[in-house]
């Protein structure tokens, strides 16, 4: 189990659940009363895009990297695949660069803006809308 927190959906929405590590982060929003748009749901659109924060041990405010390092690989990241389709539509939105996707499959890691339809828990994490 992992803690997911949800934080600037609004009052009624953001909060602390608990999760099983492969659940779907759309689905685990909705499940739990935290509305994230979507329209598609198949990774195509764009509407459910939000910002993820990976989390380790206590919960301290580290601040929000917004950056995949593209010439580094950090050991203490959760490898996360990440589908062609997903980063493709993230880069097309312009909420990743094509640097950034690319360091994303070579390294196997997340992005900091993920797909919420597309986007599988490995472990604690913190979300945010993307604007």
């Keep these: 189990m992992v803690n997911v927190i949800f934080c600037g959906f609004g009052e009624e929405m953001d909060k602390r659940v608990v999760a099983k590590q492969g659940d779907l982060l759309l689905r685990v929003a909705q499940n739990n009363g935290v509305v994230i748009p ?12 939000v910002k993820v924060e990976e989390l ?45 996707a690319e360091s994303a499959q070579q390294y196997v890691q997340q992005t900091p ?9 490995k472990g604690s994490i913190l979300v945010k809308p993307f604007e």
Excluded: H
Aim: glycine content about 8%; overall charge negative; aromatic content about 6%.
């Design 56 to 100: 380790e041990g206590e919960l301290i405010d580290t601040g929000f990297k917004s950056e995949v390092d593209p010439d580094a690989w950090d050991k203490d990241k959760y490898t996360t695949y990440m589908d062609d389709k997903e980063l493709n539509t993230l880069v097309e939105m312009g909420a990743i660069s094509k640097k950034e």
């Design 113 to 121: 803006v993920r797909l919420a339809c597309q986007c599988v828990i």
């Design 38 to 49: 979507n329209e598609c749901k198949d990774g195509l659109c764009g509407s459910c895009a």
